[in-house]
């Protein structure tokens, strides 16, 4: 072994990731492998790292991307197949435990349950040096340890890392970085680079900008007023603008943007080949994202796997999700909201697609519209008869995960998620009891505080 894959392997995370995998090369060749994984980006970059490491290995696997990993889901799992967890089940072990098969878990959210005998996992909460690494980036380290050849697979453990928002670059996300060979540039966060700045301002959510994200006259106005002009019928890339004009959008979205928190305005832009061409790794991500919460995960790894019957579909879907955020965004300007001392609650009902309920959550805890540490909770109507719930604070604050455990656990129903970002489902009759304990726990939390 190099001495560069000594260092990689050294850490906790890494040590785990090695026995995990040599625990797989033992498994029974002739049992099929099933994937089950989440239907996010991070899921669905996991979900194609392991499919082409398996392919590569000649080993038979069926793939089943869900959104939510239920106990009916658990029960319905095929009996004679090594179960293989991407992204979910850490706060599922104890629905796990009764399975009488060989289970491989490798995920990085919250465990708050026992590990099973029968359970194998790689999850960096697990360990004392906590390193904040996506689940796709395991998934790289796992398939890059059964096989070098596997280092091609790099770039999509990046694209997993920018769709969960994690661009701390420690010791393995420096490593997959590198394997990647992303280039990476300091610029304005927006999205994506390599294209025409007016069309990337004008369905910019990350950041949101007042008066520009969703309207094009504000978009021209804007541009206009920072002086920069078509060239052959079009406007500069991102990437293309020089160091002046750069400081001159940056500063006329900080006008935009007087009430809010704008240090993570500027950052590292990544740059991945995919399709054989850079690509901005945050519109990658954010296609596969539209893919999948359009009820098309597969189109979504056809997508990620370079497939190029998959790409004009994914370019199609991609569109159509645009426009649903940017009429999502309209709708909850207008609507009625149930206010609190640092909460805002918006019961969008039927207004707004489940589908696209978390990223308008998510892209509403970025805007200006909300103080820092202000807990936003939208909620959404499902086409099942249930209550999607999608939970931020904006700029970090009140741990959002537990407030909506404690309510989901009385009322019953499903949740998961992060400390600043969570989400969780439950039957619509319960509708009116959520938001009555939901309120409850706010406050008391806030008293806590």
Do not use: W
């Not at 997993?160 to 990476?184: F, P």
């Not at 998961?416 to 009759?429: E, S, T």
């Amino acid at each position: 072994m190099s001495k560069e894959v000594k260092e990689l392997f050294s850490s906790e995370i890494n040590v785990k990731i090695s026995e995990l995998a040599e625990e797989f090369l033992k498994t029974q060749k002739t049992k099929d492998v099933q994937i089950i994984s989440h239907f996010d980006t991070d899921g669905i970059t996991s979900a194609s790292i392991i499919i082409k490491c398996l392919k590569r290995l000649d080993r038979k696997f069926s793939t089943l991307i869900v959104k939510n990993l239920t106990p009916e889901i658990i029960s319905k799992l095929p009996k004679n197949k090594i179960l293989f967890f991407l992204d979910l089940a850490s706060n599922s072990l104890s629905y796990l435990s009764g399975l009488n098969q060989r289970v491989f878990i490798i995920d990085h959210h919250e465990i708050t349950q026992d590990i099973p005998h029968n359970v194998c996992i790689a999850n960096p909460v697990l360990h004392e040096k906590k390193e904040e690494i996506s689940t796709s980036g395991l998934c790289y380290l796992f398939a890059k340890k059964i096989d070098q050849q596997n280092k091609d697979l790099a770039s999509l453990a990046v694209i997993g890392m920018i769709g969960d928002s994690i661009e701390n670059i420690g010791v393995c996300n420096n490593e997959i970085t590198k394997d990647s060979d992303a280039v990476i540039k300091k610029g304005v966060r927006l999205y994506p680079s390599t294209r025409p700045l007016n069309r990337v301002l004008e369905f910019s959510s990350e950041p949101y900008i007042p008066t520009v994200t969703g309207n094009r006259e504000g978009v021209f106005q804007l541009l206009k007023e920072v002086g920069l002009e078509r060239h052959n019928g079009q406007y500069k890339s991102l990437i293309e603008l020089n160091e002046e004009e750069m400081t001159r959008i940056v500063t006329a979205i900080l006008l935009k943007r007087l009430e809010k928190n704008n240090e993570n305005l500027i950052g590292n832009i990544f740059l991945v080949k995919h399709f054989n061409q850079l690509e901005d790794a945050r519109e990658i991500s954010a296609k596969i994202n539209a893919s999948s919460r359009l009820g098309e995960p597969y189109t979504a790894i056809l997508y990620c796997l370079e497939e190029s019957k998959a790409k004009k579909q994914i370019e199609k879907l991609y569109a159509k999700y645009k426009q649903m955020i940017i009429k999502g965004l309209n709708t909850v300007e207008n609507i009625e909201k149930i206010r609190g001392s640092g909460y805002v609650i918006i019961n969008v009902k039927s207004e707004i697609s489940e589908d696209v309920i978390s990223v308008v959550t998510t892209i509403l805890s970025k805007s200006s519209l909300y103080s820092e540490g202000t807990v936003i909770i939208a909620m959404s109507h499902t086409n099942k008869g249930e209550v999607k719930v999608s939970a931020r604070t904006v700029n970090r604050g009140r741990d959002v995960r537990e407030i909506i455990g404690k309510t989901v656990s009385e009322i019953g129903g499903e949740f998961g998620g992060h400390k600043y970002a969570a989400g969780a489902i439950f039957n619509l009759d319960k509708e009116s009891e959520f938001l009555e304990k939901l309120k409850k726990h706010l406050e008391i939390e806030l008293v806590k505080i």
